[in-house]
Protein backbone atom coordinates (compact mmCIF):
# COMPACT_ATOMS: atom_id res chain seq x y z
CA UNK A 1 0.00 0.00 0.00
CA UNK A 2 2.10 3.14 -1.01
CA UNK A 3 0.03 5.37 1.33
CA UNK A 4 2.10 3.10 4.01
CA UNK A 5 6.14 3.13 3.31
CA UNK A 6 9.07 1.94 4.84
CA UNK A 7 12.82 2.49 4.28
CA UNK A 8 14.87 0.62 3.84
CA UNK A 9 13.25 -2.54 1.90
CA UNK A 10 16.24 -4.70 3.16
CA UNK A 11 18.87 -4.31 5.55
CA UNK A 12 21.61 -7.00 6.66
CA UNK A 13 23.59 -5.50 9.68
CA UNK A 14 26.17 -7.07 12.21
CA UNK A 15 25.74 -7.88 15.35
CA UNK A 16 25.72 -4.76 17.77
CA UNK A 17 24.90 -2.29 15.19
CA UNK A 18 22.36 0.06 15.76
CA UNK A 19 19.81 0.55 13.33
CA UNK A 20 16.97 1.99 12.65
CA UNK A 21 14.14 1.32 10.50
CA UNK A 22 11.21 4.51 9.23
CA UNK A 23 7.59 4.41 8.51
CA UNK A 24 5.68 7.55 6.58
CA UNK A 25 2.19 7.30 5.95
CA UNK A 26 0.17 10.22 3.98
CA UNK A 27 -3.36 8.01 5.01
CA UNK A 28 -3.95 10.96 8.07
CA UNK A 29 -3.89 8.28 10.55
CA UNK A 30 -3.09 9.00 14.55
CA UNK A 31 -1.99 5.41 15.40
CA UNK A 32 1.07 3.81 14.01
CA UNK A 33 2.30 0.32 15.04
CA UNK A 34 5.48 -2.25 14.33
CA UNK A 35 5.32 -5.67 14.19
CA UNK A 36 7.91 -8.06 13.34
CA UNK A 37 6.73 -11.69 10.94
CA UNK A 38 9.04 -14.87 11.76
CA UNK A 39 7.98 -18.26 10.25
CA UNK A 40 4.84 -19.97 11.79
CA UNK A 41 4.53 -16.98 14.31
CA UNK A 42 2.58 -14.86 12.65
CA UNK A 43 2.88 -10.70 13.32
CA UNK A 44 3.64 -9.61 16.83
CA UNK A 45 3.41 -6.43 17.95
CA UNK A 46 6.88 -4.42 19.21
CA UNK A 47 5.59 -0.78 20.22
CA UNK A 48 2.62 1.16 19.13
CA UNK A 49 1.67 4.90 19.35
CA UNK A 50 -1.94 6.69 19.72
CA UNK A 51 -0.60 9.78 18.36
CA UNK A 52 2.79 11.81 18.82
CA UNK A 53 3.09 11.99 22.54
CA UNK A 54 1.93 8.57 23.08
CA UNK A 55 4.77 5.50 22.90
CA UNK A 56 3.38 1.89 23.96
CA UNK A 57 5.33 -1.18 24.62
CA UNK A 58 3.74 -4.07 22.64
CA UNK A 59 4.40 -8.05 23.41
CA UNK A 60 8.07 -8.08 22.46
CA UNK A 61 9.37 -4.57 23.29
CA UNK A 62 12.88 -5.76 24.62
CA UNK A 63 15.83 -4.58 22.51
CA UNK A 64 13.45 -1.83 20.44
CA UNK A 65 12.60 1.21 21.11
CA UNK A 66 10.76 4.34 19.08
CA UNK A 67 10.09 7.48 18.23
CA UNK A 68 7.22 9.28 17.14
CA UNK A 69 8.53 12.20 15.48
CA UNK A 70 4.99 13.78 13.63
CA UNK A 71 2.01 12.27 13.04
CA UNK A 72 3.20 10.87 9.45
CA UNK A 73 6.31 9.24 10.68
CA UNK A 74 7.51 6.59 13.11
CA UNK A 75 10.87 4.79 13.31
CA UNK A 76 11.99 1.74 14.98
CA UNK A 77 15.54 1.25 16.29
CA UNK A 78 17.54 -1.58 17.40
CA UNK A 79 19.98 -0.07 19.85
CA UNK A 80 22.51 -2.92 19.63
CA UNK A 81 21.38 -5.53 16.57
CA UNK A 82 21.54 -9.47 17.35
CA UNK A 83 20.89 -12.44 15.67
CA UNK A 84 17.47 -13.43 16.47
CA UNK A 85 16.11 -10.25 15.21
CA UNK A 86 16.51 -11.35 11.71
CA UNK A 87 12.71 -10.91 10.27
CA UNK A 88 10.54 -9.26 8.41
CA UNK A 89 9.27 -5.92 10.07
CA UNK A 90 5.99 -4.32 9.74
CA UNK A 91 4.43 -0.66 10.05
CA UNK A 92 0.88 -0.59 10.06
CA UNK A 93 -0.97 2.53 11.03
CA UNK A 94 -5.24 2.76 12.07
CA UNK A 95 -7.70 5.91 12.29
CA UNK A 96 -8.64 6.32 16.20
CA UNK A 97 -12.09 4.71 15.13
CA UNK A 98 -11.43 2.12 13.70
CA UNK A 99 -9.64 -1.37 14.61
CA UNK A 100 -8.97 -1.72 10.55
CA UNK A 101 -4.58 -1.39 10.03
CA UNK A 102 -2.74 -0.90 7.06
CA UNK A 103 0.16 -2.13 6.46
CA UNK A 104 3.43 -0.85 4.78
CA UNK A 105 5.57 -3.38 2.22
CA UNK A 106 7.92 -4.46 5.22
CA UNK A 107 11.52 -4.68 5.51
CA UNK A 108 13.54 -7.55 5.73
CA UNK A 109 16.20 -7.02 8.32
CA UNK A 110 18.95 -9.79 8.90
CA UNK A 111 21.56 -9.34 11.58
CA UNK A 112 24.53 -11.78 10.82
CA UNK B 1 -6.52 -20.50 26.09
CA UNK B 2 -5.39 -21.55 23.09
CA UNK B 3 -4.81 -18.55 20.50
CA UNK B 4 -5.57 -17.41 17.22
CA UNK B 5 -5.15 -19.72 14.45
CA UNK B 6 -5.43 -21.56 11.61
CA UNK B 7 -6.64 -25.06 10.93
CA UNK B 8 -4.72 -26.02 8.25
CA UNK B 9 -1.53 -24.36 6.91
CA UNK B 10 -1.82 -24.84 3.60
CA UNK B 11 -4.73 -25.18 1.55
CA UNK B 12 -4.47 -26.25 -2.58
CA UNK B 13 -7.80 -25.67 -4.83
CA UNK B 14 -7.89 -25.86 -8.19
CA UNK B 15 -8.75 -21.86 -10.29
CA UNK B 16 -12.09 -21.60 -10.80
CA UNK B 17 -13.32 -23.58 -7.84
CA UNK B 18 -14.20 -21.68 -4.18
CA UNK B 19 -11.73 -22.06 -1.19
CA UNK B 20 -12.80 -21.95 2.76
CA UNK B 21 -10.31 -20.83 4.99
CA UNK B 22 -10.92 -21.46 8.32
CA UNK B 23 -9.96 -19.72 11.71
CA UNK B 24 -10.68 -20.51 15.13
CA UNK B 25 -10.31 -17.38 17.71
CA UNK B 26 -10.09 -18.19 21.55
CA UNK B 27 -11.43 -14.69 23.11
CA UNK B 28 -15.02 -14.37 23.36
CA UNK B 29 -15.14 -11.10 24.49
CA UNK B 30 -13.78 -10.02 20.53
CA UNK B 31 -15.70 -7.89 19.20
CA UNK B 32 -14.09 -6.92 15.22
CA UNK B 33 -12.25 -10.03 13.28
CA UNK B 34 -10.06 -9.09 9.81
CA UNK B 35 -8.91 -11.15 7.44
CA UNK B 36 -5.76 -10.31 5.56
CA UNK B 37 -3.97 -11.52 1.97
CA UNK B 38 -0.18 -11.04 2.07
CA UNK B 39 1.62 -12.19 -1.01
CA UNK B 40 5.31 -13.17 -0.65
CA UNK B 41 6.97 -10.01 -0.28
CA UNK B 42 4.58 -7.98 0.38
CA UNK B 43 2.80 -6.58 3.69
CA UNK B 44 -0.55 -7.52 4.96
CA UNK B 45 -3.49 -6.43 2.87
CA UNK B 46 -7.10 -5.70 4.14
CA UNK B 47 -9.67 -8.14 2.46
CA UNK B 48 -12.73 -7.83 4.47
CA UNK B 49 -13.65 -7.34 8.46
CA UNK B 50 -16.63 -8.02 10.00
CA UNK B 51 -18.30 -7.55 13.46
CA UNK B 52 -19.66 -9.65 16.07
CA UNK B 53 -23.01 -8.52 15.91
CA UNK B 54 -23.64 -10.03 12.57
CA UNK B 55 -22.81 -13.18 11.01
CA UNK B 56 -21.94 -12.91 7.56
CA UNK B 57 -20.62 -10.05 5.46
CA UNK B 58 -19.38 -10.38 1.90
CA UNK B 59 -17.10 -8.14 -0.53
CA UNK B 60 -16.14 -8.63 -4.11
CA UNK B 61 -15.86 -12.83 -4.02
CA UNK B 62 -15.09 -12.73 -0.86
CA UNK B 63 -17.40 -13.78 2.33
CA UNK B 64 -16.40 -13.54 5.83
CA UNK B 65 -18.71 -16.16 7.90
CA UNK B 66 -18.40 -16.08 11.83
CA UNK B 67 -19.80 -18.50 14.10
CA UNK B 68 -19.99 -17.12 17.82
CA UNK B 69 -21.55 -20.00 19.18
CA UNK B 70 -18.11 -22.43 18.25
CA UNK B 71 -15.99 -19.21 17.77
CA UNK B 72 -15.02 -19.76 14.22
CA UNK B 73 -13.91 -17.48 11.05
CA UNK B 74 -13.99 -18.20 7.61
CA UNK B 75 -13.29 -16.92 4.71
CA UNK B 76 -14.38 -18.10 1.52
CA UNK B 77 -13.21 -17.06 -1.92
CA UNK B 78 -15.76 -17.46 -4.65
CA UNK B 79 -13.85 -18.91 -8.38
CA UNK B 80 -10.80 -19.00 -7.28
CA UNK B 81 -7.87 -17.53 -9.62
CA UNK B 82 -4.35 -17.63 -9.48
CA UNK B 83 -3.58 -13.80 -8.40
CA UNK B 84 -5.43 -15.26 -5.23
CA UNK B 85 -2.55 -16.99 -4.36
CA UNK B 86 -1.16 -16.19 -0.51
CA UNK B 87 -1.05 -16.48 2.56
CA UNK B 88 -4.07 -15.31 4.68
CA UNK B 89 -4.37 -14.60 8.24
CA UNK B 90 -7.22 -14.03 10.58
CA UNK B 91 -6.95 -11.60 13.54
CA UNK B 92 -9.12 -10.75 16.41
CA UNK B 93 -9.01 -7.70 19.03
CA UNK B 94 -10.83 -9.35 21.78
CA UNK B 95 -6.85 -10.77 23.43
CA UNK B 96 -5.47 -7.20 23.87
CA UNK B 97 -8.41 -5.05 25.38
CA UNK B 98 -9.63 -3.69 21.90
CA UNK B 99 -8.18 0.29 21.76
CA UNK B 100 -7.32 -0.63 17.83
CA UNK B 101 -4.50 -4.01 19.08
CA UNK B 102 -5.08 -6.82 17.24
CA UNK B 103 -3.77 -10.18 17.64
CA UNK B 104 -2.89 -12.14 14.29
CA UNK B 105 -3.64 -15.61 13.58
CA UNK B 106 -0.18 -17.95 11.76
CA UNK B 107 -1.67 -18.10 8.33
CA UNK B 108 -2.87 -20.31 5.90
CA UNK B 109 -0.53 -20.77 2.65
CA UNK B 110 -3.12 -20.76 -0.22
CA UNK B 111 -2.24 -22.39 -3.62
CA UNK B 112 -3.90 -22.12 -6.58
CA UNK B 113 -3.29 -24.79 -9.01
CA UNK B 114 -3.93 -24.14 -12.69
Known amino acids: DADVTQTPRNRITKTGKRIMLECSQTKGHDRMYWYRQDPGLGLRLIYY???????NKGEISDGYSVSRQAQAKFSLSLESAIPNQTALYFC???????????FGPGTRLTVL | GESVGLHLPTLSVQEGDNSIINCAYS??????FIWYKQESGKGPQFIIDIRSNMDKRQGQRVTVLLNKTVKHLSLQIAATQPGDSAVYFCAENGLTGGGNKLTFGTGTQLKVEL
Open chain 1, 49 to 55: SFDVKDI
Open chain 2, 27 to 32: NSASDY
Open chain 1, 92 to 102: ATSSYNTDTQY
